[in-house]
């Protein structure tokens, strides 16, 4: 299975970005698959996930300007961030697992499969 992210860069205090995810060589019924970020010095954390009926999740801090969303026909998932803060810099990651997101949780270390991830900066 391979995860390939883009769409980071470096934006202003509550401007947006569109991050994607293509993934390949997995056929899986049920999946669960995921944004998480890491920032230096801290630990990696679940962003918002999304399983194979399209049951959504979001972690907090991310809610209402965070949208996960998936388009099977071209196998990709995407993050839609607006007004984006300062505290949103990191390094984001898009993960998957053939297992059900309740099931698996938020936990980044029951994810099987993580692309390289992308650069996600916020300047004030």
């Known amino acids: 299975v391979e995860l390939v992210e883009s769409g980071g860069g470096s934006v202003q205090s509550g401007g947006s970005l569109r991050l994607s995810c293509a993934a390949s060589?997995?056929?899986?019924?049920?999946?669960?698959m995921g944004w998480f970020r890491q920032a230096p010095g801290k630990e990696r954390e679940r962003v918002a996930t999304i399983n194979s009926v399209g049951t959504i999740t979001y972690a907090e801090s991310g809610k209402g300007r965070l949208t996960i969303s998936q388009d099977n026909a071209k196998n990709t998932l995407y993050l839609q961030m607006n007004n984006l803060k300062s505290e949103d810099t990191a390094m984001y990651y898009c993960a998957a697992a053939s297992s059900s997101c309740w099931i698996l949780g938020y936990a980044p270390r029951r994810y099987n499969y993580w692309g390289q991830g992308t650069q996600v900066t916020v300047s004030s």
């Open positions: 060589g997995a056929s899986w019924r049920r999946y669960c």
